[in-house]
């Protein structure tokens, strides 16, 4: 089955304390991104990546790292979290097609708190 | 700021209604817009898309009509069911640099479709 997984899907921390959010797709996909999903204001992109090693800033990068070691994978990275941090992450995968056509395929939510 | 403006924020009908979402924007460099449907735990889906070189697209129950002179572009259910009920995300697709592109999302509206 084609699908975009994330883990872990909820996760409550501390101000500070490191922590990585896994993404992972078996559609051979070039495209990956992530974003955060807030009330009120939709989702909004944090980092984006166009093939390995391909990463640029998305339109909220701050606070956030990303790695694309593989084409598969494309962690999400809060090396010192806060609390305005805490929302909903998805992670996104797509081809990269021509004309902008591309179909985006949403992962099923990663629900962060920090405390 | 937000580059596509999404109302209203939820709208609750009775079956067999047709809700419609409106959607604006101001970058004329969007050259896709896709509509995304959620559902509560999960992440968002790819409903429906139209290019801006169309007037209207219909699939099935949901149809897209787009204004390019206004900058406006609108989601149509007809006759809507208890199951359409979702959040509904309209967005913009541009490209940013070589062959990579961005998508900017709305800011969703929750449907409430009543038995």
């Known amino acids: 089955e084609a699908q975009v997984t994330q883990n872990p899907r909820y996760l409550i921390t501390v101000t500070g304390k490191k922590l990585t959010v896994t993404c992972s797709q078996n559609m051979n996909h070039e495209y990956m991104s992530w974003y955060r999903q807030d009330p009120g204001l939709g989702l909004r992109q944090i980092y984006y990546s166009m093939n390995v090693e391909v990463t640029d800033k998305g339109d909220v990068p701050e606070g956030y790292k990303v790695s694309r070691k593989e084409k598969r994978n494309f962690p999400l990275i809060l090396e010192s979290p806060s609390p305005n941090q805490t929302s909903l992450y998805f992670c996104a995968s797509s081809r990269k097609l021509s004309g902008g056509q591309e179909t985006q395929y949403f992962g099923p939510g990663t629900r962060l708190l920090v405390l | 700021q937000q580059q596509v403006k999404q109302s209203p924020q939820s709208l609750i009908v009775q079956k067999g209604g047709i809700p419609i979402i409106n959607c604006a924007y101001e970058?004329?460099?969007?050259?896709?817009f896709p509509w995304y449907q959620q559902f509560p735990g999960k992440g968002p889906a790819l409903l429906i898309a139209?290019?801006?070189?169309?007037s209207e697209k219909k699939e099935g129950r949901f149809t897209i009509s787009f204004n390019k002179s206004a900058k406006q572009f609108s989601l149509h259910i007809m006759d809507s069911q208890p199951g359409d009920s979702a959040t509904y995300f309209c967005?913009?697709?541009?490209?940013?640099?070589?062959?990579?592109?961005?998508?900017?999302f709305g800011s969703g509206t929750q449907l409430t479709v009543l038995p």
């Open positions: 139209i290019r801006p070189d169309v």
């Open positions: 967005a913009a697709s541009s490209r940013i640099s070589g062959s990579a592109r961005q998508l900017t």
């Open positions: 970058n004329t460099a969007f050259d896709y």
